[in-house]
């Protein structure tokens, strides 16, 4: 039987899990170089980023029953590391702190974890650190919010906006270029371009055929997508600067943004959109498909810094309305 797509990818990440709590050393009774396990280890973490903590606070945080948080503080309050207070304005409340010597242990487990971090991510090329950053971060986040219930940052609402906004030019171009230094091995000319072409095109946002989108979520751009009404002539639309941050693409985000700048060019009545692209991007090839641009030729170059197969897509309105009519859509 042949593994849905669900379960090819459950498969893997349940690998990957396995081998990090192994590697990162949680099948041992003690962690991080100390003598404590890996829950008092955490229980030393969280006091430590917050000044203080109550043994129900830090039962919530480390998502383990009160009683074994009580257990595991009280061996922490007797080998020094911690010290129980009472609260000025409630007699119930016993906050925990570290004492000196908790301050210390934590100081040698941050150095631990540091240390093994930075060595695992020198055995990484440098471009993809973010993407090991933040996938691990949201499938973290993923897995609290199925347990709690609540909502995952990679669930938070993505809005689409319009026109210039400050620090466009500079994100558009971070993201191009790590992608591309990435993926095609591109490198400073190729940012500076598309640095220098973006920041041109700003200047001619206020004309009707121009316009510009970007995916913002909590303030932050993390995608945009460029229609540029003039520099292929009359009639004829340049898709430009279509990016979506590292991590974000296979969920939507992309198609969303190629739908805004599609209905504006219909819209606008476009004859036809052309967009410029490299060999190899599969993912991106099938998304420009869907939406009926067609590959309309392609050639070595090395215009960018290093030797690649450029393609030029066309989707002409004729075209699309063409096979609308074949597909009985019209």
Known sequence: ????????????????????????????????????????????????????????????????????????????????????????????IKPLSLTGKGRETLAAIDAFAQEQVVAALNNLSPNIHKTVRDGLALYADALEASRTGSMSSAMRPVTIETGYRPGVIGRAAEMHARFYANTVGFGQFFESKVASGLAEFAGRLDRSSNQLWTAIEDGNIVGTVVIDGEDLGTGCAHLRWFIVEDGRRGGGLGRRLLDEAISFCDQQEFAEIQLWTFKGLDAARRLYETFGFVLDEEWPGQQWGSEVTEQRFVRRIRDVGRRMQTAGLK
């Open 1 to 92: 039987m042949t593994d849905s797509p669900l379960q090819a990818t459950v498969r893997p990440i349940r690998d990957a899990s396995r081998r990090l709590v192994r590697e990162l050393g949680f099948m041992k009774p003690t962690l991080a170089g100390t003598e404590f396990s890996a829950s008092a280890v955490h229980a030393l973490i969280e006091i430590g980023a917050r000044d203080y903590l109550t043994s129900g606070e830090l039962s919530d945080i480390l998502n383990l029953e009160k009683s074994s948080v009580s257990r595991m503080v009280r061996k922490l309050v007797d080998a020094g590391e911690l010290v129980e207070s009472v609260s000025e304005t409630d007699s119930r």
